[in-house]
């Protein structure tokens, strides 16, 4: 049987396309690669699903062995959050045009364009910031990439980091800047907000990280964006956009850099397959020409007031001058932020400050019946957007114990610490319920 | 559809989705943190919001409508929409990435079985899935030669990372942000890359040779086992960019070439959706003494229970968050059971000769040649010099004139090394019937420009949008790159 | 697109999708029943089929894309995108309608709901959501009044069925299906339904009167008590159309106006897709006196335990296989749950105010009108004939030359009683914004018939085809309603 | 809030827009409905879910309660049927330009036209006849109709039905017919074939169905065509259109239209919500003319070799000329055309063929290991087509049985009598997984 993902593999259209070329065989084809180098076996592969029905029946198999977030109350977040996503936002993302377009021009991809350019104009209103990119990969690139800026805008090679970001992302960070860039961290202070710091000339930049990593807003940009800018140094900031509903942006408190992942703009959690990253900047030439991602601008046509599409500076990246651009582009997670435009429109500005004023107002809720419940709540003076960590005397245990009942109780962080996510999909019923069964736990 | 810009759908009031309110006491925000203006974003009912990106979507040329042959280097084939259905189900959806590991038994099994089958396809010993392009696994890879060399000690001595022009623009861009200096071997007269200069710039400073083969041209460099050697021999690591393995599945292997890494894209390859540039999927593949320095954590299995081992201490730790990009290491999987060790086989032979058919057929239109000759294997990058000689007209005006006929072709990379570039690689999707009346629209296109180079030098006629005036895009006194900018700018 | 007849895309052993092979001793069938030649359907790759159907998509206007105002009757509203989820989700698209009912608490459950809620919004006592479409459910009532007049003696005195000429012409067509003859009252000279002439029919003949209000028109009929209460007197059944009730969702009731019967198109009122004409919705309300005959099972509820209930011996029985058409159940009951009595509320006052504004628009443009005045509830027919008259453009025409810019309008049912008509109905899912650009269209095009009547009659120029001839698909030696038909005729 | 279904309930358009017309308030517009009319207080439903995520939130609760055919073994069918659906299906169908689109022309709808055309022309070499109407509601509604035409082409009143139909589709065809046609029921043989008939010149059809309710194919079509024939009578056949890539279609032995169900091309089973009706005849202008369903055809447009559509003989219609049509027409299930289309160039002839084995195949053997457990198979030596009919001591003790083990065993027929359905779908495993269960039920 013809493959049904190859029309040409019919032995018929095979031979008359031999013929066509003057081949007697495939075989021929591949002359060029030395024997040595051919392999002479099959590949050791599994047996194939030899119809799509066993295929699924096979994959239906494999996947009930997943519990998923649906099936438990799930309050795991660190990075990853579980928002409601909209149905429009599975439809437009679904739909095949976009789904399996890639890399054409602006003329029969001008759809593409546009939707892109609409994603970077909405994220450019939510953060007051001029410049925004076509994604890259997640945030953990886009804070990497958002350093590099800094360091390469300043010319020099010293950065401090906030200290309050996760494990995970600092490996990242390290991996990617170490080897040229002099990371100095930040401690923690008491109220988990960033500690005390000292910058001085030798420092390309302070980064922020709002909400932290234990879910806590930090307050003092507009006084670290002044030492910063004292020194001749940037502030970067990582924001989560969904939060900016209700936060002020970073720009409003003096950022020249601001970053972070998209996720939780209409993506599904997917096992970590959701992520994309935003980098966004003022209008500022040098700090724009630092900026490796493609970016999408509006041009005029033959027909005046049409709107066509194309790249802004394209002479940035290495794309146009291979090593010598700034850093690498490739293909990244372009439909997440097409997608993250649907979200962003479908929201409007009420829509993300409703969302912002109910995530506050239940995290906190959630914060008071947690520590009603007998667990220690970190940091409970400061404001806290959808995250907060709790000190129990075993993470282990208490995770184990609330996984009987169906829960998910949270990221665990160090043998007593968890973190616990609470967004717009957790009712208050379900904050109850996990409050009732820390506290029997507990008890 | 003459679809407007979303802000000019806008009127205050209107929302395309509502949002549960709190239900619990409000939370007070110090006016520090507090968010001073609404944002600017557009007010929709939910139709309009949907209206408008059903519109837009209906502006776009996916593989699902096209014959996508013309995107060449990116090995645009057919991604089965059975393989859509896995990753919107919530099993896989609605995971979250730190769940216990006995609540995704399943999916720890498939990144286990993906991996196992890419480590058979390339040879290498392990391969992590983490990486979320072909680009990031490039990084991944120098990531990994970086902290191979230092475990070694030769961490500052080796500073130099040698590729070569038809290799992806990310070898080289990757190793430099990795902090390498970059050499690039240009290719000799008969389009193979040059040996001799590899024999000159290999050395003592060598880290690694990263190295496209076949080339972005097609071109299979029969001695590159010699290339893998002379980098050996001076102890440095050979890396294999297999982001297009198309047209070698099961004919041959990186380990058999003797390469310490590799890597692949699951989105060109494996047929994950291109999703308009994104989320991807990568794949890197190391031999037994790079294991170690794999990102992780990594997905083992004990013979009854998978779990996360992120207890490596050498690993290079994260390059992106989590494991990797689920759904497409799902599609991957399930694209290869679909297809088993005979059916990749003849993926790769059918992707070969579909090139050599459409070859044929270009290389019959006047003004169209190939450099180098006719030995390619999934794909071409052939010139519309002899063409442009004769008619003044480029190979992108080309494009553009193509592409009021529902067809579209990349040109290259830069610099143009081939004068004129255009780059097809028809994959094994699409039809002998495809291949024809691809090839009979550039024939007509090039007839056109013969005849009439002005009217093909002014398309696009039948697009969404006419010929763009891009002088703008490098101006940053008029450039937009969003509507905030452009209202500023322009309409202010 | 220029898209083929799939079967001239055919090539001989391609193939579409695979199907598990039997592993198990094949059958001999006896000749008598084998099959002789295989059938002539297309052979296609995967890709090719989609592909095929993708482009014919984009060939086609759905309410996702287009101001579809102009399908008058039809309550073209935004079908929301959240509710397909469910329907696509397992456990409604994998259930088997004879599982256990303690399987299926979950559906039994919405559609017990649903019952409960469209009995509130017409008054009736109870209501079968088992009819298939509007249509359907017209039947179902008829049935159900056949068996009524039946269980009475009366079933073969009361042979008459009265209906109006402005309610759907299923009305009158089912009645005369079930044996009924038929009578159409005509509007009067203020559009309503002739209340001399309901007098004059109505007697001891009169099964039922069948009558839609607000009709098709739009116009309400003020004097529908009456109407009512005259075929009461006559010991008739009174059966109302809400085919569409989007005008007077939460305003009036079929029960408060007297009727026994009446009912719903989910696929209209409640926002279920209409899917290029189906799979549809319908819904059948009656009072407590036709209980008895509704079609079976119906849905109980035990206060702990849903089930179906298909011990009702006075039941006209099944309509349809099953339940009904749970999907669109499903929808429904999602789509009032998101509204609620006062969404539901909004939803009428906002397609009524939508559908005076779109008429002040429309009246303003010259050769436009709307016979019997402006007193509209949810849509208007209207009536070209002043610009008819003057430039000798149809209707038809001109809604073909409005199909250039992207809408299209429905004229109305025939006899064509307003001459040249056509009949909008906006909904409450179009903001001004589209029926401003609606009217502007018709507006220009009527302005081009004025100009150049020949340039509209020559019409589409912007669409996949040109003017279609006609005149062979009335004639049985040319018409091909299928392909087989088409080679034989056309081809050999 | 404005509703996010209800763009001009924000009040200020409202404002304006009863401004233009001229209106104080919405309550003006409704001044036609006289106040006794009116509903003086609000309708009295459920509070509403505020939004999407609480909506979401709800459905999937109410859906939870159903235990889906994926999640157990099924062998239920008995007129819904557990194929295969292809992903592409589900892909087609779900978009949006055809979801919702409705009936416009054949200009800015000719896809939905050449859709349908082309699955009517699908259908047609399927069934070996020249014309397919676009679908009608359910197979039900195609006999009713079928049976109606044949009682129409005749002026005859009188039909031969066989008695080897469901109970239901046997109450619709009372429903529909009883009141002008007398309807004769057949007896079912021994071997499970319709037994043996008498007509006369007052008849105007045999109806026969095959596979027939138990599964059993009629293997005598040719000899019953003869029969009607000669006395002026049609034969009508129900068939259902998966199981013709082996088994001859009713045009082949003599029948005069062909009518049943679509489910099985392409519709998952949702609740009974896959339904749609075709019907078949020979290009006979008289026999057309009794179709009251909509026949597409193509046509030739002002540009020669282009493809239109349209209509073809449309003033048959009761949109034509009201009660004068033929029966009626309305909105039925064009979609589900649209989609057995799609599964029919999927499959193509060779898929339909092997698609036909191994149901005929795995349907043997499921009957061979049933018997082996015990059960009595009836009409052992007849062919069967996806469903069998055994005997059992108690049909509900061994359906609860069977259920306690994850089976849904088959659908009752009477106390002692199961319909038990086998598809491709069904794995041997699956078979033998039942067979063990229902061995050691009856042991």
Known sequence: MTHPYIPNAEPGVRAEMLAAIGAASVEDLYAVIPAGLRLDRPLDLPEPMASEHELVAHMRGLLARNTDTTEVLSFLGHGCYPHHVPAVCDEVNGRGEFLTAYAGEPYEDHGRFQAMFEYVSMMAELLEMDVVNVPTYDGYQAAGTAIRMAVRYTGRSKVLLSGAVSADKMSKLRDFLDHDVELVIAPVGAGGEIGDVEIDE???????????????????????????????????????????????????????IACGDIQSLGMHQSYGGGHAGYIATRDEERLVAEIPSRLFGIA??????????????????????????????????????????????????????????????RTRYAMDRVADAGARVLHPDAVHFREFAIEVPSSDGLLAALRERGIFGGVRLDDRTLLVCVTERHSKDDIDRLAAAVQEELA | WDEPIIFEQSRPGRRGIAVPAAGVPAVELPASVRRAEPPKLPEMSQLHVLRHYVR?????????????????????????????????????????????????????????????????????????????????????????????????GEGRQRDQVITTMFSHPSNAACAKTAGYEVITLMPDENGYPDIEALRAAVGPRTAALMITNPEDTGIFNPRIEEFVSLVHGAGGLACYDQANANGILGITRAADAGFDLCHFNLHKTFSTPHACGGPAGGASGVSERLAPFLPGPTVEFDGSRYHLDADRPQSVGKMRPFLGVTPNVVRAYAWVMALGAEGLREVAETAVLNNNYLMHKILSIPGASAPWGEKRLEQ???????????????????????????????????????????????????????????AAILAHVADEARRDPEHVKGAPYNQTVHKIDQTSLDDPKQWSPTWRAYTRKHLA
């Open chain 1, 202 to 256: 030798t420092f390309a930049a302070i980064y922020l990280e709002t909400p932290n990593v234990y879910g806590v807003v930090e307050t003092r940009g507009r006084e670290l964006a002044d030492l910063a800018h004292g020194v001749g140094a940037l502030l970067v900031v990582s924001a989560d956009p969904i939060s900016l509903g209700v936060l002020a942006p970073p720009a409003a408190y003096g950022a020249d």
């Open chain 1, 300 to 361: 005029p046509t033959a027909v005046p007031g049409e709107y066509g599409f194309g790249d802004v500076f394209y002479d940035r990246t290495s794309f146009a001058h291979r090593e010598e651009g700034k850093e690498w582009v490739g293909t990244a997670a372009a439909l997440w932020g097409i997608t993250a435009g649907v979200y962003l429109a479908l929201m409007g500005p009420e829509g993300m400050r409703e969302l912002g004023e109910t995530v506050l107002a």
């Open chain 2, 56 to 152: 837009l979507s209906q502006e776009n040329l996916g593989v699902d409508q096209a014959i996508a042959v013309g995107q060449g280097t990116c090995t645009m084939k057919y991604s089965p929409k059975v393989n859509d259905r896995f990753v919107n189900d919530p099993k896989v959806a609605e995971l979250h990435p730190l769940q216990p590991d006995d609540t995704v038994q399943g999916v720890l099994e498939v990144y286990w079985r993906l991996e196992k089958i890419l480590a058979e396809i390339s040879g290498m010993h392990r391969v992590s899935l983490q990486p979320a392009s072909g680009s990031a696994a490039i990084y991944a890879n120098i990531a990994m030669i970086r902290a191979y060399h230092a475990s070694r």
């Open chain 2, 380 to 438: 071409v990058r052939y010139s519309w010099q002899g063409l442009f000689e004769e008619t003044g007209v480029h190979s992108e005006e080309i494009g553009v004139r193509a592409a009021d006929f529902g067809v579209h072709y990349w040109t290259s990379h830069h610099p143009y090394l081939v004068p004129e570039p255009f780059t097809l690689e028809p994959t094994e999707s699409y039809s002998k019937e495809d291949l024809d009346e691809y």
